[in-house]
C-alpha cells in the first residue's frame, strides 16, 4: 500500500527515534488495538494509524518543552499547574502538529484527548483512547474484561477505562484532571 511506504514508515523512523524501545513497542500495539477497532466499527485505517504512532509522541520529552509551548502558544495557564500526564496528550498535539507536520484536526484531537477522553468524542476519539489501554502489550488488572468489551461495543469500553483510570487515580490520591472528571459525568455516571 502506498500508505505503508510514503506516509507510515517515515513517521516510524521519526517516532523510535524520540522514545525508548519499549514506549516504541507500545505505541506498536496501539497502533494494532486502533487498526483492529477501525475496522469493527468502521474508522479511516490510515487515521487510526497515523493517531496511535504519535498519540505518545511526546512522553519522554523535558517538562520545560511542555512549558514552553504552554506559554508560547497562549494555552491556559493552568495546565502549567499539572505535568506530563497531562501535557503529553494535550500539549503534545502541537508538538505531532510542529514537528511531525501533522495538520489532520480530527488526528490531533484523538492526540489531544487519549489520556482524558471527554464528554464529547468522536469515532476516532473513542479508538485510540481504548486502543492506548486494551494494546497487546498492556498488564492492567482486569484487562481481558476490558478487551473484551471493546470488541463488543465501543462505548461499554470507553466507560469501563474511564472508571477503572479514574478508580486508579484516587486509590493513589492524584490530582484529577478536571477534563478526566467529565468524561466520567458523560460516560460511566447514571443519569437521574
Ligand atoms: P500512556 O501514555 O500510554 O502511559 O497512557 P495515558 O496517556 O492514557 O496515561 C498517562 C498517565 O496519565 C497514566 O498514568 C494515567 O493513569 C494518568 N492519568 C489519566 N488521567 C489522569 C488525570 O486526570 N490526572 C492525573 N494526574 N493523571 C491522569
Ligand atoms: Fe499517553
Ligand atoms: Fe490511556
Ligand atoms: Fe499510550
Same mark, same amino acid.
Given at each position: 500500500? =502506498?500508505y505503508?511506504?510514503?506516509?507510515?514508515?517515515p513517521l516510524? +523512523?521519526?517516532?523510535?527515534?524520540?522514545?525508548?524501545?519499549? /514506549?516504541?513497542e @507500545?505505541v506498536?500495539?496501539?497502533?494494532?488495538?486502533a487498526?483492529?477497532? !477501525?475496522? +469493527?466499527?468502521?474508522?479511516?485505517?490510515?487515521?487510526?494509524?497515523i493517531?496511535?504512532l504519535? @498519540?505518545?509522541y511526546?512522553?519522554?520529552?523535558?517538562?520545560?518543552?511542555?512549558?514552553?509551548?504552554?506559554?508560547? $502558544?497562549?494555552?491556559?495557564?493552568d495546565l502549567?499547574n499539572?505535568?506530563?500526564?497531562i501535557? @503529553?496528550?494535550?500539549?503534545?498535539?502541537?508538538?505531532?502538529?510542529i =514537528?511531525?507536520?501533522?495538520?489532520?484536526?480530527?488526528?490531533?484531537?484523538?492526540?489531544r484527548?487519549?489520556?482524558?477522553g471527554?464528554?464529547q468524542?468522536?469515532?476516532?476519539?473513542?479508538?485510540? $483512547?481504548?486502543?492506548?489501554?486494551? =494494546?497487546?502489550? /498492556?498488564?492492567i488488572?482486569g484487562?481481558? +474484561? !476490558?478487551?473484551a468489551?471493546?470488541?463488543?461495543?465501543?462505548?461499554? !469500553?470507553?466507560?469501563y477505562?474511564t +472508571?477503572?483510570?479514574?478508580a486508579?487515580l484516587? =486509590?493513589? @490520591?492524584?490530582?484529577?484532571?478536571?477534563k478526566?472528571i467529565?468524561?466520567?459525568?458523560?460516560?460511566?455516571?447514571?443519569?437521574?
Open positions: 500500500m =502506498e505503508d511506504k510514503k506516509v507510515r514508515a516510524l +523512523k521519526k517516532i523510535q527515534a524520540a522514545m525508548s524501545q519499549r /514506549r516504541f @507500545h506498536l500495539g496501539v497502533e494494532k488495538a487498526l483492529f477497532l !477501525a475496522e +469493527k466499527y468502521g474508522a479511516s485505517q490510515e487515521k487510526a494509524s493517531a496511535a504519535t @498519540h505518545d511526546a512522553k519522554e520529552r523535558p517538562d520545560e518543552d511542555f512549558k514552553k509551548i504552554i506559554l508560547d $502558544y497562549g494555552y491556559d495557564l502549567l499539572w505535568n506530563n500526564a501535557w @503529553h496528550g494535550v500539549i503534545g498535539a502541537k508538538l505531532v502538529e =514537528e511531525l507536520g501533522i495538520t489532520d484536526e480530527s488526528i490531533l484531537q484523538a492526540i484527548l487519549h489520556t482524558t471527554a464528554a468524542m468522536t469515532l476516532l476519539d473513542k479508538i485510540i $483512547y481504548v486502543a492506548d489501554y486494551i =494494546e497487546p502489550g /498492556r498488564d488488572p484487562i481481558e +474484561k !476490558a478487551r468489551i471493546a470488541k463488543k461495543d465501543l462505548d461499554e !469500553a470507553v466507560a477505562e +472508571k477503572h483510570t479514574l486508579h484516587i =486509590e493513589i @490520591h492524584a490530582p484529577v484532571y478536571p478526566t467529565e468524561t466520567y459525568n458523560r460516560w460511566v455516571a447514571k443519569k437521574r
